[in-house]
C-alpha cells in the first residue's frame, strides 16, 4: 500500500503545473500561449523573463524534493528512488494538463537533492554557468544532467541501484529533449535573450 501511495502522491506532485499556475497568477497569462507552448521553464524564461522562470525552477525542484523526501518517510531508501521517478513522470504527462507537460529536469535534480546533495547542487550550478555561457537552455540542461550522471558514475558506481535509477532519469530527459537536439544540430534552437 505505501509503493501506491508513494507513487500516486509523487505522480500527483510532479503533475502540479507550476509555470501555468505562476503565468496565471502573477501575470493574467498563460505561458502555454507563448514562444514553444511548453508548460516549463525555458518557456517561462523565453516569454516572460529570468524571474518568473526562477520562480518556476524552484517550484518544479520542490515538487521532486517533496515526493522524494514523502518516498523516503513511507518506504525508506527505496522511495526516495519512487518518489522522484513518479514526481518526474508526473511533471512530464501531468494529468492536470492532458498528459502535455515539461521535460522534468528541475523536477529531477530537486529529487536528485535529497539523495546526492552535493553533486546535485554542483549540476545546478553548472545549470546556470552554462546557460549564461551558451544562452541555450536546452543545452545547459543536458550538460548539468549528463554532469551528474559521470558523478554517480565515478563515485557511486558500487551502488547499481543508484546508477540505474540516475541512468533512466538522464534517458528520460535526453528522450523529452529530442527536439531540441533536432534544432541545436540544424542550428535553429532559439537562444535565451540578454
Not at 7 to 18: A, E, F, K, M, N
Not at 36 to 46: E, I, K
Amino acid at each position: 500500500m505505501n509503493y501506491i501511495i508513494v507513487l500516486l502522491v509523487g505522480y500527483l506532485l510532479g503533475s502540479i503545473p507550476t509555470s501555468v499556475i505562476i503565468s496565471k497568477i502573477a501575470l493574467k497569462d498563460d505561458v502555454r500561449r507563448h514562444g514553444s507552448g511548453n508548460p516549463g521553464a525555458s518557456n517561462m524564461m523565453r516569454s516572460f523573463g529570468f524571474k518568473y522562470a526562477a520562480i518556476v525552477l524552484v517550484g518544479d525542484m520542490l515538487k521532486g524534493l517533496l515526493a522524494a523526501l514523502i518516498g523516503q518517510w513511507l518506504l525508506g531508501q527505496s522511495g526516495l528512488y519512487y518518489g522522484t521517478l513518479a514526481a518526474v513522470i508526473g511533471h512530464n504527462w501531468p494529468i492536470f494538463l492532458k498528459f502535455k507537460g515539461g521535460k522534468g529536469v528541475a523536477t529531477t535534480m530537486g529529487g536528485m537533492l535529497v539523495i546526492v546533495p552535493l553533486w546535485t547542487a554542483c549540476a545546478c550550478l553548472l545549470f546556470i554557468l552554462t546557460l549564461l555561457i551558451t544562452r541555450y537552455f536546452s543545452v545547459a540542461s543536458l550538460v548539468a544532467l549528463g554532469f551528474l550522471w559521470v558523478m554517480i558514475l565515478v563515485f557511486y558506481m558500487s551502488n547499481t541501484t543508484l546508477f540505474f535509477f540516475t541512468t533512466l532519469l538522464v534517458l528520460l530527459s535526453v528522450y523529452r529533449h529530442r527536439a531540441n537536439i533536432d534544432r541545436l544540430m540544424q542550428g535553429t534552437e532559439p537562444k535565451l535573450k540578454h
